[in-house]
């Protein structure tokens, strides 16, 4: 591959001598401390170097070294600037973007966006226990792609079933077929609940994702219901505040195939609320412990 670094000028030259730099930089870069539980991932990042970079992997990670993630609230940007708000388009072909974000994996899990932050932010790296990255100042950050789960796979939170869907229509003495909370369900049960609100409290209940539902949560949400009359904003809005105080999460960093954002963590419901406006709610499908969510192209 032809490599360029920068002159004392600043300026790019092409490289002649040795291009093994990268390997060395990469193994630099890649320590136990950024990969976390992913100890493979500077093997990756470097096939995707030799493939894609444009100078020498001293100046690149140079570069790298100095980006900073900084916990704010932003966006949506879009993401094809995503290389030049971090300094490195001049750096790589357009193409490292999409190599980057399709780094992904199942077991132990790696969601689309991880991977492209730590490898490019020098403060970002994966966590080596729950949650998916941490910053060197110990902030924690989710990161959330297309139909994201906002619910964990811990001792919180219970999965939607034909039980729980008993109980809800049961509430109003009436009966469903459907096996999921879908928006048809969500759409019937606010009809519903707007023509009995007596019903209100233990259908809010019923709505968490909570193995042990919180009576306070629950007017809280009835507030937020009766001033909003958005039924699956709030559903989803219970469920990210309980979601994100699971994971000890600082920040919330969001894509999908056009943008991304990032979101402090909320503080309550009323917040959590605001920024899920800027999502698509989507369903709470059967065996999931928690509703999806998609992000919005604009704001």
């Not at 954002?261 to 309550?268: C, H």
Request: charged residues 25%.
């Amino acid at each position: 591959m032809e490599l360029f670094t920068k002159d004392k000028d600043g300026n790019l030259e092409k490289v002649t001598g040795n291009t093994d730099d990268v390997a060395v930089e990469v193994a630099k870069y890649w320590t136990p401390k950024k990969s976390g539980k992913h100890p493979d991932l500077g093997k990756k990042h470097e096939a995707i170097l030799a493939k894609d970079l444009k100078v020498s992997g001293k100046d690149f990670f140079e570069q790298v070294n100095q980006n900073h993630f900084n916990f704010q609230n932003f966006g949506p940007i879009s993401l094809k600037d995503f290389l030049r708000k971090a300094r490195l388009d001049k750096y790589v072909k357009d193409e490292y973007l999409d190599d980057c974000l399709d780094v992904t994996s199942h077991q132990p899990a790696i969601g689309k966006g991880e991977f492209l932050l730590v490898a490019n932010f020098g403060n970002i790296n994966f966590a080596d226990g729950s949650g998916d990255l941490v910053d060197n100042d110990g902030n924690r950050i989710e990161v959330k792609g297309k139909h994201a789960n906002l619910g964990g796979k811990n001792e919180w939170f219970k999965q939607m079933n034909r039980s729980v869907l008993f109980s809800l229509f049961n509430l109003f003495e009436t009966g469903t077929q459907e096996k999921d909370l879908n928006l048809e369900v969500i759409e019937d049960l606010e009809k519903k609940v707007l023509a009995n609100k007596s019903r209100m409290p233990e259908l809010m209940l019923l709505l968490q994702n909570l193995k042990k539902p919180s009576q306070s949560l629950a007017r809280q949400m009835c507030e937020l219901f009766n001033s909003s009359r958005n039924l699956k904003h709030v559903i989803a809005a219970a469920h990210f505040l309980a979601y994100m105080k699971s994971q000890k999460a600082n920040y919330l960093f969001a894509l999908n195939d056009n943008v991304f954002s990032g979101f402090e963590a909320p503080k309550n419901l009323q917040q959590a609320y605001e920024i899920m406006l800027h999502f698509n709610v989507n369903a709470w499908l059967t065996g999931n412990r928690g509703i999806s969510i998609s992000m919005k192209n604009g704001k």
